[in-house]
Nanobody, 121 residues
């Protein structure tokens, strides 16, 4: 069974940086998409960044130029480097992976447990 283990959240001052990590553990045959979402209190969960199996990336307009998504294929791990953080970046950040556990299985969604990022002075 595939599990996603997140790390790297915390408290940071405005203008600071954090790096989130999300490792897929267990048996996963192929990863199609790796995403980072976030959810702030009272708001809907939103897509922050995406990286595909072809290494294409997409970002929410609110984080373009400040956040960078990357991956380590050998480790089945996705990262989110967050620079120039703002108070409005405060949220719980979740990783999501779309992948197959076997060659013939249908794609499935997997979600991490979430990690809190707080940007405050």
């Amino acid at each position: 069974q595939v599990q996603l283990v997140e790390s790297g959240g915390g408290l940071v001052q405005p203008g600071g940086s954090l790096r989130l990590s999300c490792a897929a553990t267990g048996s996963i045959f192929t990863i199609i998409i790796m995403d980072w979402y976030r959810q702030a209190p009272g708001k809907q969960r939103e897509l922050v960044a995406r990286i595909t199996s072809g290494a294409s990336t997409n970002y929410a307009d609110s984080v373009k130029g400040r956040f960078t998504i990357s991956r380590d294929i050998a480790k089945d791990t996705v990262y989110l480097q967050m620079d120039s953080l703002k108070p409005e970046d405060t949220a719980v950040y979740y990783c999501r992976v779309l992948g197959r556990e076997t060659y013939s299985s249908r794609p499935s969604d997997y979600w991490g447990q979430g990690t809190q990022v707080t940007v405050s002075s």
